[in-house]
């Protein structure tokens, strides 16, 4: 198992271990809630909102993304920093988020696991072949605005079969 999912299982399996008691109205609601999130977050990422894009990250020095490319940022202003290299190298992006599925961890976490596919257009005009592949966001409750926020992150792309 690669470094990268054992510190994301170890992470669930502490907040599990953690979790509090939820009614199953609330634990309901937060996978709603979260749900929602997932989508406004695949929405800010296609229309390339970089504001937008940060109000959904827990920005926090623990924050840890590990990107399509194979790339892992470690704290809020690496992450802000690659998301705006980004954009500003392609001129269209369609991010597709498929088979979403929310497990509520505890009151205050909660695991967004599904498939994706992601079209590029570069600002040279040339596309990149269509990627596919699982993520994993894992939320956490921002104490100081009640919202869900990505705390840990991994968008891995599936390499293509080689005959």
């Not at 623990?62 to 705006?84: F, H, M, Q, S, Y």
């Not at 980004?86 to 979403?100: K, P």
């Not at 205050?108 to 570069?122: G, K, N, R, T, Y």
């Not at 990149?128 to 840990?152: E, T, Y």
Request: proline share 2%.
């Amino acid at each position: 198992m690669k470094r990268s999912n054992v510190v994301l299982v170890l992470a669930c399996a502490a907040l599990i271990a953690c979790a509090q008691g939820m009614t199953q109205r609330e634990e309901a609601l937060a996978r709603q809630v979260v749900r929602d999130q997932v989508s406004a977050w695949v929405r800010a990422m296609n229309n390339a909102r970089q504001d937008s894009i940060a109000t959904f990250y827990h920005q926090v020095p623990g924050l840890r993304v590990l990107w399509a490319d194979g790339r892992r940022t470690d704290g809020w202003e690496a992450a802000e920093e690659k998301i705006r290299t980004f954009y500003a190298g392609i001129n269209y992006m369609n991010f597709v988020a498929t088979e979403v599925e929310v497990q509520v961890l505890s009151p205050q976490a909660a695991l967004a696991l599904f498939s994706h596919s992601i079209d590029i257009v570069q600002r040279n005009g040339q596309r990149l072949p269509v990627q596919s592949g699982q993520a994993s966001l894992l939320w956490v409750k921002d104490q100081q605005d009640n919202r869900w926020k990505i705390s840990m992150s991994h968008v891995a792309t599936s390499a293509p079969a080689m005959n």
